[in-house]
């Protein structure tokens, strides 16, 4: 695979001093920059809200930790908390833990090609028309 590679301050000065004319190809590449950066916003958000979500899972965690084990402690399943043993609780959130840990994996990685294919039209486009376009994030 061919790696890209970013422009020097003097690559930029002699492809951008001309006017470049925006061609069909090229309004392609940055109406595609556009939709991955608004789609990597996104998905950085949603990363965060499974991030706080695992925090909040593992602070819960430990707290049952201290919990008596014959107590009955409630569980909350969509809007209705339901009394559970505790043993069957901490199986419970070992669950949850265990799916938003997937979660937060698929999104890393989506993230992670998102912004591959951002740098490739960046390198792209910076080469064709230099500093007469601002893709910066």
Not at 1 to 22: A, F, I, K
Not at 71 to 78: H, Q
Request: hydrophobic share 30%.
């Amino acid at each position: 695979m061919v790696q890209p590679r970013m422009l020097s301050r003097d690559d930029e000065g002699t492809s951008g001093g001309e006017e470049n004319e925006v061609r069909r190809e090229d309004q392609e590449k940055i109406n595609r920059f556009s939709r991955l950066h608004q789609r990597e916003t996104v998905l950085e958000e949603q990363l965060k809200g499974k991030q706080k979500d695992k925090e909040d899972l593992e602070e819960v965690s430990m707290e049952l930790e201290l919990a008596d084990e014959d107590e009955l402690v409630p569980y909350k399943i969509g809007d209705s908390f339901f009394q559970l043993p505790l043993a069957e609780a901490q199986s419970m959130l070992s669950t949850s833990t265990e799916q938003i840990d997937t979660d937060v994996s698929k999104l890393e990685e989506s993230i992670g090609e998102l912004r591959e294919e951002l740098q490739q039209l960046k390198v792209s486009l910076y080469a064709r028309f230099g500093r007469s376009i601002n893709l910066e994030t």
